[in-house]
């Protein structure tokens, strides 16, 4: 925190100094000097610039939310207690599956209601508002009669010129995605430079970024991966503030409007968006998205309270000053957005998260690319964790955030929790050894557990309207998944950068789930003998509708492969046909070609 004073004290007299000569542009004004000078100083926006948009997670503050948030605190403390109850405990080895898979779920779902909670407040304050007022210099879009051409209007804060770059990060993506991205990045209301930072070093990239107007750079090697080729494209520019967009995320034109005034606050390192998903017309693609919504509405939201919103690594803007306070972005992760936030938190600055839709991108289609991602995504949480643990006394955190930064590092640990479940059906159908004891029927049971999931459901369907299957799908099957980048982090193992919707040849799925295929065997055999089983005895036991019903949601998934690979197959075959009739089309051709020059041969022996 002293940092910080310090920080801000610096700036403080440095406005001060400079208050009769107009400063440079990195010199950006503390609170003070806005309150006390600025109230009533510069011009209003423009006619042509857009109003404020509205929130997306108001229902926080709905007392319907607030009461479904209190019946499933009630139940999360009922299901406590009925399985801590010594009287209620059975063998130790399933019993313990179920208390540390119960005890990371409780846990977590406590903690997420708290932070949820805590983000009813709008992160804009009047701050913001005078700031986004006076964001454009009408003097000057006046002066240069720049009313018709909105990607020109200067940026001021505090009455000062400040410059924008907005970097796209490319590796590998179909041209059609990079150039629907880099249009809209140029059409930007506000002044910036684009630049399309191509790491697939191509030259189609490189033509369509001259057509549309946006500049081009092609690193010599791919050092650092996509933080690398961030830091590169920062130490040939020179930009106040950057803006990072993936490839495949398509800016809204107020995105500059929505974002920079946040940065009058000269604490203020980053400001995060949501991510929003537009093709969402796969199963995989739907799920993958509505995993992500209730982070984005109500998770990140909350963070903003606790100074803990962390970057995700595009639809984000970042101060120059700030970065180089740290001496660039995080490169030794493949989840450089989290660990930027990571250092930039510790170095006392301040993040802040708007829970305002203003790029639209694409969500993981196929099941590789979705394990990819989460790969990526679960590894970056668990490096933190093992190597950066955020409860270390020696990490320069509040205790808010050492709190919500360990939330993170921890939260794929959840996606483990299905794989302890799962084991204990067979445990006691193959074995005969029960989470709990034989005086409790299974009837109290199923209430118990029934209540806390239930309730949890229930809650998803007050916060967000729905609650998809396909999430509680990818959900229980993605555990090969978080295991494996609990894995590679402990191993210290490395994995290639890949790219969600990449251009490549798409293999079968079953390469990347070969884990998940052998659990749907396991989990049919076994389901097969409890089915046996309870025929001869005459009984349906709770063990056997449990493993049936995690049979089912395997079988789901594998399916969804099936469908998934038919599908790959089919564009295989159709590619090759198309390949053979240009070849059949291109021979064709040549023989034409041929048949005519005899012809033509002949005709002049002839003459």
Do not use: C
Not at 19 to 36: D, E, F, K, M
Not at 178 to 204: F, K, N
């Amino acid at each position: 925190m002293n940092t910080r004073r310090q920080r801000e004290a610096a700036l403080t007299t440095e406005a001060t100094d400079r208050r009769s000569s107009r400063a440079p542009a990195s010199t950006l004004p503390t609170r003070a000097s806005v309150r006390s000078d600025m109230l009533f100083a510069g011009e209003r926006r423009p006619p042509e610039a857009p109003l404020p948009r509205a929130v997306e997670n108001q229902s926080v503050t709905s007392p319907t939310l607030l009461l479904f948030v209190v019946i499933a605190l009630l139940g999360v403390l009922a299901y406590t207690f009925f399985l801590f109850n010594p009287e209620n405990r059975g063998d130790w080895l399933p019993y313990t599956l179920v208390v540390i898979a119960e005890v990371v779920l409780v846990g977590t779902a406590l903690l997420s209601m708290w932070t949820i909670l805590s983000g009813s407040k709008d992160p804009r304050d009047f701050l913001f508002h005078h700031a986004q007022e006076r964001l454009f210099d009408t003097a000057a879009i006046r002066e240069n009669a720049l009313d018709d051409d909105p990607t020109r209007w200067p940026l001021l804060i505090d009455e000062k010129p400040v410059s924008v770059d907005v970097f796209i990060t490319v590796y590998g993506e179909p041209l059609e995605t990079i150039e629907r991205t880099a249009r809209a990045a140029v059409a930007m209301r506000g002044a910036h430079t684009t630049w399309i930072l191509d790491d697939g070093r191509s030259d189609e990239v490189r033509d369509m970024a001259a057509e549309v107007g946006a500049r081009y750079v092609r690193r010599l090697s791919s050092n650092g991966a996509k933080a690398g080729n961030v830091n590169h494209a920062l130490s040939i520019s020179n930009g106040d503030f950057y803006v990072i967009l993936d490839a495949d995320f398509v800016p809204q034109p107020d995105f500059l409007y929505e974002t920079v005034p946040f940065f009058v606050d000269p604490v203020v390192a980053f400001v995060q968006t949501p991510q929003a998903y537009g093709n969402l017309h796969t199963l995989i693609s739907r799920g993958a998205a509505y995993m992500q919504q209730i982070f984005y509405r109500f998770v990140q939201p909350g963070r903003n309270s606790f100074n803990a919103a962390f970057s995700v690594g595009t639809n984000v803007i970042f101060r120059r000053t700030a970065i180089d306070d740290i001496g660039g972005m995080h490169t030794d992760s493949k989840s450089e957005d989290v660990w930027t936030s990571y250092e930039l938190h510790q170095a006392g600055w301040r993040s802040v998260y708007i829970p305002v839709t203003l790029a639209i991108g694409d969500a993981p289609e196929t099941i590789e690319d979705y394990s990819k991602q989460q790969l990526r995504w679960a590894t970056g949480g668990f490096e933190i964790l093992l190597k950066a643990n955020p409860l270390n006394p020696r990490r320069r955190l509040t205790p808010d955030q050492r709190v919500q930064y360990f939330v993170t590092a921890t939260h794929y640990l959840v996606g483990i929790v299905p794989f302890l479940l799962l084991l204990v059906p067979p445990l006691e159908i193959f074995f005969d050894l029960r989470p709990v004891n034989l005086t409790v029927t299974w009837v109290t049971w199923l209430l118990f557990y029934l209540g806390f999931y239930g309730l949890q459901i229930m809650l998803a369907f007050t916060t967000m309207g729905s609650f998809r299957w396909e999430t509680l799908m990818l959900a229980s099957v993605s555990f090969p998944i978080y295991l494996r980048a609990l894995g590679n982090v402990i191993l210290g193992r490395d994995q290639a950068w890949h790219v969600t919707g990449g251009k490549r040849d798409r293999s079968s799925p079953f390469n990347v789930m070969i884990p998940q295929t052998l659990f749907f065997w396991f989990l049919l055999l076994t389901s097969i003998v409890a089915i046996y089983k309870d025929v001869t005895n005459g009984a349906l036991t709770l063990a056997t509708a449990w493993n049936v019903t995690n049979t089912l949601i395997m079988g789901a998934f594998i399916l969804t492969a099936s469908a998934e690979s038919r599908q790959i197959a089919r564009e295989r075959r159709q590619r090759k046909a198309r390949e053979r009739a240009i070849r059949r089309s291109d021979r064709q051709h040549a023989l034409e070609g041929r048949r005519r020059a005899r012809r033509s041969d002949r005709k002049a022996v002839s003459a």
